[in-house]
């Protein structure tokens, strides 16, 4: 089986541009989360897509955003990019009903985003 | 807020055993706890989860007390490959929100 692949796999962008990251799920998982992880720092949850909706989301600002395909693929789009935007972003997927926290996340080795 | 409360970071020898625990004093009746482990410039990978007593697959073995207040993940003979950043995650189904605390650093020494 396949794993959860991200890409691109690493990024360099300018403050106030927009970015978007792309992820394809482990075979047969049909739920997709997206993290940001700074440096030093644990993974932080940004929103769950399931069955192409949105099911659950951190506290980050609505500049960032998704979404999920009905190969269960999906988007993290980031407009008006900060510089405190930089960091790894990881995304994981998993087979869930519909609700958070079926905690076996599959997780892709995350796209490095450099904002300058 | 995260729940869980784990050391900052660990030192042990290769061949040791390793225990690491993690404090979730507000555990909730349909909490479950998951470990991750982490290397650099990766995603997490699951290790183990569990509900109550004890839980063992191929790489851990994960002890939970009876009120469930804290956990314990246990690496048997560690070797260098095992340094690492290890996750406690604890709940359920009906969290809206999937929290990772600071993780625990394990710096395998030979």
């Known amino acids: 089986e396949t794993g959860v692949t991200q890409s691109p796999t690493h990024l360099i962008k300018t403050r106030g541009q927009q970015v978007t990251l792309r992820c394809s799920s482990q075979?047969?998982?049909?739920?997709v989360s997206w993290y940001q992880q700074a440096l030093g720092q644990g993974p932080q949850f940004i929103f769950q897509?399931?069955?192409?909706?949105?099911?659950g989301r951190g506290n980050f600002p609505p500049r960032f955003s998704g979404l999920q395909f009905p190969n269960y693929s999906s988007e993290l789009n980031v407009n008006a990019l900060e510089l405190d935007d930089s960091a790894l972003y990881l995304c994981?997927?998993?087979f869930g009903t519909g609700i958070l926290a079926n905690y076996g996340y599959t997780f892709g080795s995350g796209t490095r985003l450099t904002v300058v | 807020l995260a729940k869980t409360t784990q050391p900052i970071s660990m030192d042990s020898y290769e061949g040791q055993e390793v225990n690491i625990t993690c404090s979730h004093n507000?555990?909730?009746?349909?909490?479950?706890i998951t470990w991750y482990q982490q290397f650099p410039s990766q995603g997490p990978r699951f290790i183990i989860q569990?509900?109550?007593t004890k839980v063992t697959n191929e790489v851990a073995s994960l002890f939970i007390p009876a009120d469930r207040k804290s956990s314990t993940l246990s690496l048997p003979r560690v070797s260098l490959s095992d340094t690492a950043v290890y996750y406690c995650?604890?709940?359920?189904?009906?969290?809206?929100?999937?929290?990772f605390g600071k993780g625990t650093r394990l710096h395998i020494l030979p």
């Open positions: 995650l604890v709940g359920d189904s009906r969290d809206d929100k999937i929290i």
């Open positions: 569990g509900y109550k």
């Open positions: 075979s047969g998982h049909n739920t």
């Open positions: 897509y399931y069955r192409e909706e949105e099911n």
């Open positions: 994981a997927s998993s």
């Open positions: 507000n555990i909730a009746t349909n909490d479950y």
